[in-house]
């Protein structure tokens, strides 16, 4: 019995960790800027949503999303819904990508995070800037487009062998 | 031709407008409700200024819970530095300790004598209330930098107040909650501050640079700033009060000219929150 209940404890822990890992990222900034490597930052949000949007919606949920979205941006002090709003741009981008695709490739998905985070960056900051007057320092969202593009590449290859264990241990 | 367009808009519908399985809300809903509560903020309704602040206040004590092992780590690679630099310190320290003290008694002086003349020329001598304050986040974001502490409008803290760590000046509140308030830092690019640069008394104004310096703006060419010139608050605006030391002047060449804050912004643990009043006495 108390095996069982441990098996499915690890099992719900595991299935929702993509989950615990949003909103974990979003209250803690996750982006290793305390490492002071200037203009070194990236949007592990961004990776993980377009991911599991792509590939498995059911593990996050845009309800979900839409709270993470509206968290970050308490923590961070942007108006209440700038972030929900960028995170389901990246969801339909992502949700578009996986209607049309028939045999999935990592190289078409990553270039398509490229354009689809530009875009949703672009809208993020044109409305911060122009409605909200917030001053941006362009350089610093140049660096952290570059890297959460780079790093997406890692993430999804660490996330396609957690998917991986997720469906051994359902079968 | 047609058929591709069909399928474009096919795959648009199903991706924006169809509920997935076991998914509650739909996507486009949900992003006309983000646009709703964007729109909301801008108009700033008294309604969603309570929202926010409910939601900051859950959301600042999570972030502080949640935040609490990355801050083990980050404390950690700061005690390692700390160690390995323990002994160029302590000699640093130590010259500095001799020459503060030989300071410390001429400042006296003319802090009374000041305050002497200040009474003369009928200007306001400033009272302060200040309190302790504890960062619970400090956020290190690429785009905002700022602090969220312990204090908010049920202990007093009101919009515009000064944010010292020691004596030196590193930021002013933005935003108060009920039991927590934000604090804009110096280093923010958004922030700007009236400022006085001695020797010589020059008018300016500091601007954050998203970095650990600011930068002195609205300067007119000719005039001339020593290099290592301490950067205080003119006073100007009435926000502040004259004479916070806020950071020390550099100049690379003529267009850089900046200012490293005396404050470490990013290893705040616990600040001060000081508002100035007016002495009448």
Not at chain 2, 220 to 248: A, C, D, Q, R
Request: proline share 2%; net charge positive; with cysteine.
């Amino acid at each position: 019995m108390s095996s069982k209940f441990k098996s499915i404890i690890r099992n719900s822990f595991l299935f929702y960790l993509p989950l615990i890992l949003l909103f974990v990222s979003v209250f803690n900034e996750f982006d290793f800027n305390y490492l002071n490597y200037q203009y070194f930052s990236f949007n592990f949000p961004f990776i993980l949503i377009f991911y599991w949007s792509l590939k498995r919606i059911e593990t996050l949920g845009y309800g979900y999303i839409f709270v993470a979205g509206m968290f970050n941006d308490a923590v961070l002090g942007f108006p209440i819904g700038i972030s929900s709003l960028t995170y389901l741009i990246i969801c339909g981008f992502a949700a578009y990508l996986r209607n049309i695709t028939l045999r999935p490739s990592l190289i078409k998905d990553w270039l398509y995070f490229l354009f689809t985070i530009l875009v949703a960056n672009s809208i993020n900051y044109f409305l911060l800037i122009l409605f909200f007057s917030i001053e941006i320092n362009y350089y610093k969202i140049f660096g952290n487009i570059i890297f959460t593009f780079l790093l997406y590449y890692i993430f999804a290859y660490i996330f396609d062998i957690y998917r991986k264990i997720i469906s051994r241990i359902k079968t | 031709m047609v058929t591709s367009r069909d399928d474009f808009v096919i795959a648009i519908r199903s991706a924006f407008l169809k509920k997935g399985n076991k998914q509650r809300f739909s996507l486009i809903g949900l992003i006309f409700f983000s646009i709703g509560l964007l729109t909301l903020n801008k108009i700033n309704l008294p309604i969603t200024n309570y929202l926010k602040i409910t939601l900051n206040e859950v959301v600042y004590r999570s972030s502080f819970i949640i935040s609490v092992p990355e801050k083990k780590i980050q404390n950690f690679s700061n005690k390692i530095k700390d160690h390995y630099n323990l002994y160029n310190d302590y000699l640093i320290v130590k010259e500095k300790i001799n020459l503060l003290q030989s300071e410390k008694y001429e400042n006296e002086f003319l802090k009374e004598e000041n305050k002497r003349l200040k009474k003369t020329i009928d200007e306001y001598i400033y009272n302060s209330k200040e309190m302790v304050a504890k960062v619970l986040i400090d956020n290190n974001s690429p785009f905002l930098k700022s602090i969220i502490v312990n204090k908010g409008s049920k202990d007093n803290v009101k919009l515009g107040m000064a944010v010292l760590d020691g004596s030196y000046l590193v930021g002013k509140i933005v935003e108060v909650n009920y039991s927590t308030a934000r604090a804009l830092l110096v280093s923010d690019l958004n922030s700007k501050i009236p400022v006085g640069i001695e020797p010589g008394n020059i008018q300016s104004i500091l601007s954050g640079t998203g970095k650990q310096y600011g930068k002195i703006e609205y300067l007119e060419s000719e005039i001339f700033i020593e290099n290592e010139s301490i950067v205080y608050t003119s006073g100007s605006g009435g926000l502040f009060k004259s004479g916070i030391p806020v950071g020390i002047y550099n100049k690379k060449n003529t267009e850089e000219q900046t200012v490293t804050f005396f404050s470490k912004l990013s290893q705040l643990t616990f600040i001060k929150l000081v508002s100035f009043e007016e002495d009448n006495n």
